[in-house]
């Protein structure tokens, strides 16, 4: 199990120069969205929904699809690591459309950052890895074309409780880890509270970053028809993809060798990057937009918290949290949950996935013990091993449910449960009966803003909904934005390297969600790092270094 690590928050510092030889599109001075600053702390349905049509498409050619290498601006900036600060010159070329054929090009344009110097030492970036950053947040639209520097594409849905902590201590409380991050936001943190941002530690690394747009569901044009529901993020993610992969010997970095990462929704996204690359059931929405004649496969992929697997969610979150309370203290309706959990216990054993080291057999029956042995006593041991022994004995003595002996922890899936405490969504937490979640608004279409994708869902509808089955284009859907069914595929152009994280008091989704994603990986025999951050809730990123320099080893890359 990897170390973890606690890196600082970001304190960035712009310095723009511009090109002298070519620059095409004026660009604002300056950077516009600090990885450091306070975030918006959340997203509401309608904040975007007037956007479509109202805003300035890119300067950037909509016609071509060939990388300018000369339009860029020089900017320099500095960038705290775990090693310190970085101070990095990087060409970085802006809103740069992906498509012939763009709905929105404001949503549909992505940005280039190269790394030309670090700490005065010269960077040749011709065939370092390509880290390929999204920002989606809650499925929510995503766009960079008001970004004025690398990591610009703005944060959502930071912390909300507490204020964060110059580092994590176990004696403060019975609760070490830093405050969540929203549901529904993109945002990242460390165990210090602070801001994680890939791509700029990406770029201090000497990695070239690439950070597509891509459109949410929010989006509606003049006729209130929403054209950024389900598939439109990875259709345009893939086409983001395709567009950086048919320019390889222009646009700078090795183009075999893209690293797609993601956090909440965009983890989601990022791991069906890394199922589907090159699946053929996208090829009809990839013809509509005018994406480039190219592969759309990643070598490796990067999912933090992943809200996937959307048809089978709610059983899952049922049978992980089904006993918790919501944060009222009242319990979810036990019908509901029970017949939630009834439908997963047959979702799990038609998977027929086995667990690695030797588990067997993975199970609904056995899936407690599982997650335990595997990832969650594993967890607090690695989290206590690395406290002080003062600080330990703080935390075990507000902790009792933990035995610690041998430099082991040890307890049960129960008292795990008791520890957690309350769930963040209630029954169904995704197929809401009153249609109330970003995930009915995701499989919208039309004017229809929001529709239910399961059967259960459905059929016991609050809103008036007369329909007895699902609408004929949502299985189709499901499967387009699942990485499960593309694995049970054993899709060929996957993805064989695979970073997955989640926390252990991360009720926005169910631990055996990332799990069973793991499994299925393990099971096809693909590389899989994959662990749960010890009391540490959602979007947590707490040992980002361990994931650059894990890029470097997959991808064989030797900084020269």
Known sequence: MPKITQGAPWKPKETPVKHKAVNRRSVVIGIGVAAGAAATGGIALGAQADEAGTSSAPSGSAGSLTFDKDDYTELTTTITTDAGDKLVKYHFYKAVTYVTKPVDEKYQCLNVSVPVEIDGGTVDATRAPIVFANSVGGYMPSSVADAE??????????????????????????????????????????????????????????????????????????????????????????????????????????????VSTGTSAGGALSSLLGASGDSRIYASYLKEIGAADAGDAVFAAGAWCPITDLEHADGAYEWNWGANATNSGAQVDRTVSKALQAQYAEYQASLKLRGPNGFGRLTARNYDEYLLK???????????????????????????????????????????????????????????????????????????????????????????????????????????????????????????????????????????????????????????????????????????????????????????
Do not use: C
Not at 203 to 226: C, H, I, K, N
Not at 228 to 233: D, I, S, W
Not at 529 to 556: Q, R
């Open 149 to 258: 520097g690398v990591g610009g594409g703005g944060v959502t849905g930071g912390p909300g409780g507490g204020t964060p902590s110059g580092a994590p201590s176990a004696s403060a409380s019975s609760s070490a880890g830093s405050p969540d991050v929203e549901s529904g936001g993109n945002a990242m943190v460390n165990a210090r509270g602070g801001m994680v941002n890939l791509g700029k530690l990406g770029l201090a690394a000497g990695y070239v970053v690439v950070e597509p747009g891509a459109r949410g569901r929010t989006l509606t044009d003049s006729e209130g028809a929403y054209y950024g529901t389900a598939p439109a993020a990875i259709v345009d993610l893939k086409a983001a993809v395709r567009y950086v992969r048919a320019n390889k010997g222009v646009i700078p970095g090795d183009t075999d060798r893209i």
């Open 374 to 560: 595997q990832y969650l006593q594993p967890s607090a041991t690695a989290y206590l091993a690395d406290l002080s022994d003062a600080d330990r004995t703080t935390y075990l003595a507000a902790n009792p449910f933990i035995t610690w002996s041998a430099g082991r922890a040890t307890f049960t899936w129960n008292d795990f449960l008791t520890h957690v405490g309350a769930r963040k969504k209630s029954a169904p937490a995704f197929d809401a009966f009153d249609l109330s979640t970003g995930e009915n608004n995701e499989f919208g279409a039309g004017t229809t803003q929001s529709r239910h994708f399961t059967e259960y869902s459905l059929k016991n509808d609050t809103t008036g909904v007369t329909g007895k089955r699902l609408e004929s284009d949502i299985p189709e859907k499901l499967d387009l934005m699942n990485p499960m069914y593309h694995l049970e595929k054993k899709n060929p152009g996957r993805a064989r390297h695979w970073w997955i994280r989640l926390g252990t008091k991360d009720s926005d989704t169910s631990l055996n969600i990332s799990a069973n994603l793991a499994a299925a990986l393990d099971n096809l025999g693909d590389d899989v790092n994959h662990l749960y951050y010890w009391d540490e809730g959602h979007g947590a990123n707490i040992d980002a270094a361990d994931f650059i320099t894990w890029i470097a080893k997959v991808t064989g890359h030797r900084t020269k």
